[in-house]
């Protein structure tokens, strides 16, 4: 009986590091996508910035 419990945990803990692995993969992919949308959206003001003083400049 002690063998099977102690089988029983084994899986549990080798279950419970795959998913620690995934989490942490999972939580490096969604940095990278915020690494991504930080710099797009940098990219998009500063557009904006030149849109409108596009805008100003042919006004005035």
Known sequence: MIKRISA?????????????????QIK????????????LDAYKKEFEKLE???AEILKG
């Open 8 to 24: 029983k945990m084994q899986r549990l803990e080798l279950q419970k590091s795959q998913k620690l692995e995934k989490i942490n």
């Open 28 to 39: 490096a992919e969604v940095k990278e996508i915020d690494i991504r949308i930080k710099k």
């Open 52 to 54: 409108n003083d596009i």
